[in-house]
């Protein structure tokens, strides 16, 4: 059972280049979520999905792009990298809101140069 | 809006000591309430929850009590291991947005 699988666990860019963090769950779970950890400040929701053809910004999402095309797949596009992208981002999954719990991917470490 | 605000890190202890880890939150209505621990070099994961006020979550020797009155959701612990030693979040989810909120982390080093 693989959960949630983000690729890559680490990558470096340059400033200006853009990419695609890759978040793939096998739960059959509805609700989708982007977050990014820098050191002290938790965790901050960049987008996060509902279910297929249905996404909303959180907190910081400027910068980034998400799409939700099936049910499966959540991938976060960084247009234009910028060094305060720097962070470790962490997609997670759960079946529903409220008490449902939320699975963790092991995270994307993004630095950018 | 919902939040949630915990005890500043970094805390060390000696294996065996008790641990406190505070956390109190604010939101509307009446929110689940969540701790995630995240060890090195990996995501988040669930320790215990709790739903509703007066719940007990537990979970590995680690307990928490949803108090409505003082709206905190503390994490304790009677006697720590080396191998407790990893990041906790206290986070919520209102029951009536979509979103969960986190708290900053508390570091926890044990110590043999």
């Known amino acids: 059972n693989a959960g949630v699988t983000q690729t890559p666990k680490f990558r470096i860019l340059k400033i200006g280049q853009s990419m695609t963090l890759q978040c793939a769950q096998d739960m059959n779970h509805n609700y989708m979520y982007w977050y990014r950890q820098d050191p002290g400040m938790g965790l901050k929701l960049i987008y996060y999905s509902v279910g297929a053809g249905i996404t909303d910004k959180g907190e910081v999402p400027n910068g980034y792009n998400v799409s939700r095309s099936t049910t499966e797949d959540f991938p976060l596009r960084l247009e234009l990298a910028a060094p305060s992208q720097t962070s470790v981002y962490f997609c997670a999954s759960s079946r529903e809101t409220g008490a449902n719990v939320l699975t963790f991917g092991a995270g994307s470490r993004l630095t950018v140069l | 809006g919902d939040s949630v605000t915990q005890m500043e890190g970094p805390v060390t202890l000696s294996e065996e000591a008790f641990l406190t880890i505070n956390c109190t939150y604010t939101a509307t209505g009446y929110p689940s309430l969540f701790w995630y621990v995240q060890y090195p070099g990996e995501g988040l994961q669930l320790l215990l929850k709790?739903?509703?006020?007066?719940d007990k979550g537990s979970n590995k020797g680690f307990e928490a009590t949803y108090r409505k009155e003082t709206t905190s959701f503390h994490l304790e612990k009677g006697s720590v291991q080396v191998s407790d030693s990893a990041v906790y979040f206290c986070?919520?989810?209102?029951?009536?947005?979509?979103?969960?909120?986190f708290g900053t982390g508390t570091s926890l080093t044990v110590i043999p």
């Open positions: 709790a739903t509703k006020a007066d």
């Open positions: 986070a919520l989810n209102s029951n009536t947005g979509n979103q969960f909120y």
